[in-house]
């Protein structure tokens, strides 16, 4: 029996308020929300709806017929999945949905016509999983429901469609890019180890490889690297003096730019998916045939492609010569993009991918997220749920009352209880451009980027093999609402067993930088004969502790209803014979022979 057609409310003007509202609801969309039936979805069976997208009548229409209440589990490997950049909310057009009139994002649109492309050549309905049509977005339960099954959506699907072009956008740098997968392919011999290939030692996101099918092609992958690199770069070298090349190589960095490389959600989707595709206008090319040249040109694009004196100097090419002129209007191309940053995130998601195995950790996917935009703060924590354990309970909620500073609260608390651990402070002592006063010290603000010019340069994350020179003890953590009057905004305190081990001294050695010229990222001071190594906040008079549960020494700074966490903190002595760590080591000895008492302490 056909669904009856039932009347759906405009948003209320709290669902207008709530971040995030444009990028999932429009006002011009009314008429199709009062005329398209949503049919309640049970998200026990996690039920879905697909769109099953018909072919081009010529019309220039995307035209689309809904599939109500799908379950996940009778469709798996029968749809495909769609994975675009919205873009900007307000730029919208107009597909046909069962008929009916719809506004969607124009990069919707878009993505939908390059699917459809995609498809032309195949038989059979076209089923196709789309988030802006497929979820109601004026259910904000709904949208809530099916965000905390994201993961199986993608992972289930055939194949994920990922479009990285905007309407308007020329195909030359795509055209490119497939040239050189074409002419620089992979060739058995790559993958036969040989001594020396120091190039193959790529550092894989993940130390454990994964399981199954994968698991080859992530090591044929790591061996492959060096050799590919190397005859890309000879390709490139062969064909620079070519005019029509190098316009195909300058718009290829349209490509890098496109949005899509750092938007939130998709993250998850691409990890997620079984398999992938680019779409790039009427063009496409599979994810594993792109990877081997998307990892040489990380390599090659970040230093001897994009530096002139090194590009001269390792080629020997004449200065102002026809090889040079090439390479400079490349280099003018380049000045006007943050390739490099781009680039970082290409490598770590092709990375984290191959060597995927269902899980990952959750403070380095929100370490991630720092560096992923979204318009709804949320979603830099809820867009990457699925790909770590559900274990940790952190439950996806878009209602109005829960705002990103109890996001951010919540997610740090949970972390800390369900880890029985403090390691997480680490994240929440890194300096970033713009932090949020509305947080305890304690609660990791992963909205904000990092000063640093380098990804978790700090002590504490991608050094905690380094330093974790603690003995494990558990947290034994426990939170409670408090009143600060001078900052009343510090609503929770985190509270913790420590001992107190010594005051910063007066000066302070010198600063870290992140790179020469750059921004300090730590100090280093002097105790004693021990070089405490700290975070660039830290001062005089703060002091160094020991906090049960945490592998590193933490920097604190007394306030009146507590402490406030301003830094992790390394020690080191400086007498090549003298006891490494003996200050914490002393206390903790002190400690045991109970001529030191551990303390309850609430950090602010």
């Known amino acids: 029996m056909a669904p009856s057609k039932t009347e759906v409310s405009p948003p209320s003007q709290a669902e207008k308020d709530l971040p995030g509202h444009d990028i999932f609801l429009t006002p011009e969309n009314r008429h199709f929300h009062s005329k398209i039936s949503y049919r309640r979805l049970d998200a026990s069976k996690q039920e879905i709806r697909l769109i099953k997208v018909l072919p081009d009548n010529g019309s220039g229409i995307i035209r689309c017929e809904m599939l109500h209440n799908i379950q996940l589990a009778d469709v798996k490997g029968q749809y495909f999945s769609l994975s675009y950049c919205a873009g900007d909310p307000h730029n919208t057009d107009t597909i046909l949905v069962d008929g009916i009139r719809c506004n969607v994002f124009a990069n919707l649109r878009h993505a939908l016509e390059a699917a459809r492309h995609f498809w032309e050549s195949r038989d059979g309905d076209f089923l196709l999983w789309a988030d802006q049509v497929c979820i109601n977005q004026y259910n904000l339960s709904e949208r809530s429901q099916q965000v905390g099954f994201m993961r199986d959506i993608y992972h289930y699907s055939q194949q994920t469609l990922i479009c990285l072009s905007a309407p308007e956008a020329e195909t030359t740098g795509m055209e490119w890019l497939l040239e050189l997968c074409k002419n620089v392919q992979p060739r058995e011999d790559d993958f036969a180890p040989r001594p020396g290939d120091w190039f193959m030692q790529v550092d894989m996101h993940n130390g454990d490889e994964s399981d199954g099918e994968n698991e080859e092609y992530s090591r044929n992958i790591k061996n492959l690297r060096r050799r590919h690199w190397y005859r890309l770069q000879e390709y490139i070298l062969d064909n620079v003096v070519h005019e029509g090349f190098v316009n195909g190589w300058i718009a290829f960095y349209d490509i890098l730019e496109s949005p899509w490389w750092s938007r939130a959600w998709v993250f998850q989707e691409f990890i997620a998916a079984s398999d992938a595709s680019f779409l790039y206008g009427k063009y496409s090319i599979s994810w594993k045939d792109v990877l081997p040249i998307l990892q040489s040109v990380y390599h090659l694009f970040r230093h001897p492609f994009t530096n002139r004196d090194e590009f001269l100097k390792v080629t020997?090419?004449?200065?102002?010569?026809?090889?040079?002129?090439?390479?400079?209007?490349?280099?003018?191309?380049?000045?006007?993009?943050?390739?490099?940053?781009?680039?970082?995130?290409?490598?770590?998601?092709?990375?984290?991918?191959?060597?995927?195995?269902?899980?990952?950790?959750?403070?380095?996917?929100?370490?991630?997220?720092r560096y992923c935009s979204a318009s709804d703060d949320r979603d830099r924590i809820f867009a990457f749920l699925g790909l770590a354990t559900p274990d940790y309970g952190i439950i996806p909620n878009y209602s109005p009352a829960n705002g990103i500073s109890s996001v951010l609260i919540e997610t740090t608390k949970k972390i800390i209880l369900f880890e029985d651990s403090l390691d997480v402070l680490s994240h929440a002592v890194i300096p970033t451009s713009s932090p949020r006063r509305s947080l305890p010290s304690w609660v990791v603000d992963w909205t904000c980027k990092e000063t640093s010019r380098t990804r978790n340069n700090h002590f504490g994350v991608d050094r905690e093999g380094t330093y974790n020179f603690l003995k494990n003890e558990i947290a034994a953590a426990t939170f409670r609402s408090i009143t600060v009057p001078e900052e009343p905004y510090r609503a929770v305190a985190l509270e913790v067993w420590g001992i107190f081990v010594d005051m910063l001294p007066v000066c302070f050695s010198f600063d870290f930088l992140d790179s020469p010229g750059g921004k300090p990222y730590g100090r280093s001071f002097q105790i004693e004969g021990e070089v405490v190594s700290t975070g660039c906040q830290a001062q005089v008079y703060d002091q160094v502790w020991i906090v049960f549960g945490a592998s590193m020494p933490l920097i604190l700074r007394p306030a009146s209803s507590g402490y406030i966490l301003i830094s992790c903190a390394s020690l080191s002595s400086d007498s090549r014979h003298s006891r490494r760590w003996s200050t914490t080591a002393m206390a903790m000895e002190l400690l045991e022979k109970g001529e030191l008492k551990r303390q309850r302490i609430s950090i602010i």
């Open 316 to 369: 020997r090419y004449e200065n102002h010569g026809p090889q040079d002129q090439s390479l400079c209007r490349v280099i003018d191309r380049v000045e006007h993009t943050n390739h490099r940053v781009t680039l970082e995130t290409i490598r770590f998601m092709n990375n984290t991918k191959l060597s995927w195995d269902g899980y990952m950790n959750i403070k380095q996917l929100l370490a991630h997220s």
